[in-house]
């Protein structure tokens, strides 16, 4: 119970924290973070709840609902799922990889929800220096946060 | 085996996945619970604000003055150049009444909307004409109460107006008139959604003719009928004509399928429409509530350039205009516990009805339906499209930005900033707008329910 407080507490707030990391220079995207996080490292049977934790986290900082935050959340998890194995442990080059492939597909994932549903947002934008940073700093970055609530409390051991 | 099977299947992960798309088919289901976690959510920025400071004071007296002319100005323009070219046409005795446009509905032809909200009841228009018009434009037919789509509608909801575009509407009796003479008749009705225009024109008195148009943009105006009761009055103008057809192939005819008609205004820039009181002796009764402003407090999200946290102490609606200083700010996103997330207006990627009014005295504003396409603090590139009351080659002038009617609880005539138009482009306006910082008072503009035709 209480990883999960920590999780909905904390989870949200990366987004607004990143931001900040952005003002500094460094535009990290959160929604690729979450990605990754949930696609390759956290227990499968808690995946709904971590994915609302994190769609919560862009409902603050984005203007579409909550339900599209899901979906460009959870389409990229719910493909890269099945990868898993192969991914498991830290393959950097093929974190790095998913990571830009991830930066590219959520802008454009954003843009298809907002023309489908008429709820367009700021982050439909596409921006290749976020695709590089999220490359180089993301995997290092979910590296770090991997063994420090509320991240820790969900990895999942060995993949199934 | 079959234990690791069902463990890693990641039945969560799709049921959520399955709510979301649910979700968005039925929002109101989802609505009030999305409010909830979300504004769960921001609590903590919000405790976080405590500590941000004391909120800034309004602006000066004089600043506020200004904003106030401007608002004056632009609505007596609006009311001027709205019933200016439809005065003479109209029967005599009829006086005009410009009413707000609040939202639209229902898809007609052209895909656009093909219904209109008014901020009035029926019961306050009910001895108008049912002829709408903008400028000497026709617009639609004013429903009544228990007839036709309005079946299930009382005197006190909010009267609607049916575009000449929804496949209901009744078809007009229209003419066109060459610059090198003649004129040809034809019935004009709602084109298919998927149509390039919202209506089209049909019943030729000279098809033949009509199969030899090739040039766009000629005006369709209403003709008269005689003995005919019900019929509108000729001369006002129904749209501009666009050819629908294959292009000519080098050396032969073009081949023209069809002839549609565009109006001269989207409804989704619609902001004001005149109504035309038959009883010249009545008095307008206004009983309509209007909007409220709440006092609340603003507070820039942490990291989040253009996104703001707002605090009330009533409970906010999506769409609210949030002013501050006078001046525009961006809609709401209301949440639970009096919280509002609100995106400033060049954050947004939202469609905005908007109005333009020229620094030339006696221009007449434009009307613009616009999305922002490139925005940071202070500034917004703005893609629109501006009605065609006023032809195209004038360009688009300089002059001030206001909101048009972005829903109920979104009035028209908020002030947004300052308009240049980009040299060469008549579909993009840079607007500048003024910075603010730190947490400030500002005001929540709502609208009291009332139940509103399905």
Redesign the interface.
Known sequence: MRRWLLW??IA??T?????????LGVPLDATVLHCLFLAFFAD??????L??GAA??R???D?A????H??VI??P??VL?PLRRWFFGQRWIWQATTAALIACIVPRLAGL??RL??Q???S?TFDGYVVVTSAVFLPPLLWCLRVVPPFAAFEEDEP? | MLRQTRAAFPAGLYGMLLIAVFGLTLPALVLPVERVLVGTAALVPRFLGFWSGKPAAAAEPAVLDRLAALRADLDAAVRYHDVFGAESLMPAGWRPEVRVAVATGRRGGGGQPSVVQLDRTYAEVADCSEFVTKGNALLGFLMRPGIGLAADDEPDDFARVLLLNDRTAPRVAAAMTFPEGGTLRMIVGPAARVDAAALRAELWDDPYRASRLRADGDAVHTVKLPGVVGEPPGGLLIGRTRIWGYRAAEGKESLAIAVLVAPPIDPHALSHVVLWRTDANANAVDTAEHVVEHAATVWDLPGVRGRHLLACDAAVPDGAAVVQDGLFLGSARGLSYGLALVSSFPMSRQRWSLLLMPDEAGERPRELVGRVLEGREGFALIECEADRFVSRAAGMPNGYLFTGSNGAHCPAGLLLGRVTAVPGRTDRLEVSLPVHRGPRAAAVMMRPERRSGR
């Open positions: 909905f507490l949200p707030q987004f607004l924290l990143t931001g900040l990391v952005r003002d499968r049977r808690a995946l709904a709840g994915l609302l919560l986290g409902a603050l900082v203007e609902g909550l339900c599209v899901i979906l959870g389409v998890v719910a799922l929800c907002g549903f008429d367009h947002s700021v439909a199934a």
